[in-house]
């Protein structure tokens, strides 16, 4: 394997049979030798993404260079580059992964990357324009937490807390995704001065966050 000017190094013992099969099959299209260097950067960009998201975008870029215009690849390179905060290169990448796949792509993420650009309406209006239908709950959940936070940018508080409402919170659902709801529904009662609903829901999120990784006990320990 060739690895070519400004690649960040990877090492002897990757083993890409460690990606998902989906992506392994995805980068078929590439020559063998190719397609292994590619598959290796995106194994470092997933591994590396939440210690050192710089060196994760880094090794996302080299597989780019290499593989531009396959979807997996360029969907890793917008998350990495979210990951790190590049939020205008995350929304680049985001959408033409999108363009290339057809599909939803990654709304709920690049929603987000709008509001990290300043621009909270926009990411309302790329909300609103996502087909529910091509969504399962977990990314609805995810768009729906969102589009809540940008109107929580826009200091609309009350419509912050009917768009997680239309949610349907659930609290006997022991999920990830339905926790973060939780944890999100909380926030945005506590934002609208709703304080005791706002204590029930930080509840329900410690009881549905099973794997602790939401920091809702401590939001409710604030709350008093």
């Known amino acids: 394997m060739t690895s070519r000017l400004n690649e960040p190094d990877l090492p002897d013992d990757l083993d890409i049979r460690d990606l998902d099969p989906l992506v392994l099959q995805d980068l078929r299209v590439l020559s063998k030798d190719n397609a292994n260097a590619v598959a290796k950067h995106i194994l470092m960009a997933a591994l590396l993404m939440e210690e050192d998201p710089k060196l994760a975008l880094s090794h996302a870029r080299a597989a780019k260079e290499r593989a531009g215009r396959v979807s997996v690849v360029r969907e890793t390179c917008g998350i990495a580059a979210y990951k790190a905060g590049e939020w205008k290169e995350a929304l680049s990448e985001l959408r033409a992964a999108r363009r290339i796949s057809g599909g939803p792509g990654l709304i709920a993420v ?35 937490i969102v589009t809540a936070g940008a109107h929580q940018d826009m200091g609309q508080f009350d419509a912050a807390v009917v768009t997680l409402q239309d949610m349907n919170p659930d609290p006997s659902r022991i999920e990830p995704a339905w926790a973060r709801l939780s944890y999100a529904y909380a926030d945005a009662l506590a934002a609208a001065g709703q304080i005791a609903q706002a204590r029930t829901w930080f509840t329900h999120a410690v009881e549905q966050d099973a794997e602790e990784f939401l920091d809702a006990q401590e939001r409710l320990a604030e709350l008093g």
Do not use: T
Request: glycine share 6%; with cysteine.
């Open 110 to 144: 690049m929603a987000d990357c709008e509001r990290g650009l300043g621009r909270p309406e926009k990411a309302i209006e790329l909300a609103a324009e996502a087909d529910s239908k091509n969504l399962d709950m977990p990314m609805r959940i995810e768009l729906a």
